[in-house]
């Protein structure tokens, strides 16, 4: 008889710092996927508590669950870099699709028969239209802003990360979540722009606020 428990998953939870993030491009400092995760929940925090000032009702259970838990399928397939991944519509989906056959597969075998149905709810995609699904989406889209700003204040020349900061930016400054946008363009962006850097940040953050407008 083969009895499941919750060891396998939560020893799987060391998968996940040693899968790296934007895989194959030089960095002064490597980020990991267990991190990512750590630092999502806490920009999700911050603009969720902003949110909440202004009065919107935020159901903060299900916001850290889905902010905790919202890359653990790359324990799987890795991280895959963006531009791969929004490379079109079709593989962004088969790419959706590989994760959660895969994620239910490992929740059928690998966590207590008790606590699958509780598993299958938290695990599953948790961007969604709700303010906490959009709250992850700003938050994951921010961690990606500020891994590709700190190469580029350092100097790393990796036309990537150019790309990834403006790309990440404009998806933010679009984000259907007014007083966080609002909040992120007029406080965090003058701050990232009076930074020292060693490429222009501000010329970089300019195209994109020039167009935006």
Same mark, same amino acid.
């Given at each position: 008889?083969?009895?499941?428990?919750?060891?396998?998953?939560?020893?799987?939870?060391?998968?996940?710092?040693?899968?790296?993030?934007?895989?194959?491009?030089?960095?002064?400092?490597?980020?990991?996927?267990?991190?990512?995760?750590?630092?999502?929940?806490?920009?999700?925090?911050?603009?969720?508590?902003?949110?909440?000032?202004?009065?919107?009702?935020?159901?903060?259970?299900?916001?850290?669950?889905?902010?905790?838990?919202?890359?653990?399928?790359?324990?799987?397939?890795?991280?895959?870099?963006?531009?791969?991944?929004? $490379?079109?519509?079709? &593989?962004?989906? !088969?790419?959706? *699709? /590989?994760?959660?056959?895969?994620?239910?597969?490992? =929740?059928?075998?690998?966590?207590?028969?008790?606590?699958?149905?509780?598993?299958?709810?938290?695990?599953?995609?948790?961007?969604?239209?709700?303010?906490?699904?959009?709250?992850?989406?700003?938050?994951?889209?921010?961690?990606?802003?500020?891994?590709?700003?700190?190469?580029?204040?350092?100097?790393?020349?990796?036309?990537?990360?150019?790309?990834?900061?403006?790309? $990440?930016?404009?998806? &933010?400054?679009? !984000?259907?979540? *007014? /007083?966080?946008?609002?909040?992120?363009?007029?406080? =965090?962006?003058?701050?990232?722009?009076?930074?020292?850097?060693?490429?222009?940040?501000?010329?970089?953050?300019?195209?994109?606020?020039?167009?935006?407008?």
């Amino acid at each position: 008889m083969i009895f499941i428990g919750i060891h396998r998953f939560f020893t799987s939870l060391n998968d996940l710092e040693r899968i790296f993030r934007a895989p194959g491009r030089f960095k002064f400092e490597e980020h990991n996927v267990a991190a990512h995760s750590w630092k999502v929940s806490q920009y999700a925090m911050f603009f969720a508590t902003l949110e909440e000032m202004n009065g919107a009702t935020i159901n903060w259970k299900s916001l850290y669950e889905k902010t905790i838990n919202h890359d653990f399928a790359e324990v799987f397939i890795g991280d895959i870099k963006t531009p791969v991944k929004h $490379a079109s519509i079709e &593989l962004k989906q !088969m790419l959706a *699709h /590989v994760e959660e056959k895969m994620m239910e597969k490992f =929740i059928q075998e690998e966590i207590p028969s008790d606590f699958q149905e509780v598993f299958s709810e938290r695990m599953k995609e948790g961007k969604d239209e709700t303010i906490e699904g959009r709250l992850l989406e700003f938050s994951d889209k921010l961690d990606q802003f500020y891994e590709s700003f700190a190469e580029l204040k350092r100097g790393n020349t990796d036309k990537e990360f150019v790309i990834m900061y403006q790309q $990440a930016l404009e998806k &933010l400054l679009k !984000m259907p979540l *007014h /007083v966080s946008v609002r909040y992120f363009r007029n406080e =965090i962006l003058n701050d990232v722009m009076h930074e020292d850097t060693q490429i222009n940040i501000a010329a970089l953050t300019n195209e994109v606020l020039n167009t935006s407008e």
